[in-house]
């Protein structure tokens, strides 16, 4: 039922740049069938937006935390939102301007 799907705002701090982060974050993604985006950040973070069921969600954040191999995550700030639908898939984004 879609009305039960969440929306994930997060910023995962620590070494998570140049250590293949973001394409970690989008294959977890596609396994878990969420819709949303990844990108790095100016300020050396990665931001996700990720839209789904809260359970999946959850489980989401736990690989969040963990990260690929070679990256050392120190923090994961995360805001719950309603769904909004917006998402057909989910995608790297560019690093904003």
């Not at 039922?1 to 995962?12: D, N, P, Q, V, Y």
């Not at 949303?36 to 996700?48: F, I, K, M, P, T």
């Amino acid at each position: 039922m879609a009305s039960a799907e969440k929306r994930l705002h997060a910023i995962i701090s620590g070494r998570v740049q140049g250590v293949g982060f973001r394409y970690f974050v989008q294959e977890n993604a596609y396994r878990l069938n969420l819709k949303g985006w990844v990108r790095n950040r100016r300020d050396g973070s990665v931001e996700v937006e990720a839209q789904g069921k809260p359970l999946i969600l959850e489980q989401f954040v736990q690989s969040l935390q963990q990260g690929p191999r070679s990256a050392i995550v120190s923090e994961v700030k995360t805001e719950w939102l309603p769904a909004d639908h917006e998402f057909l898939d989910f995608r790297v984004r560019m690093t904003p301007d």
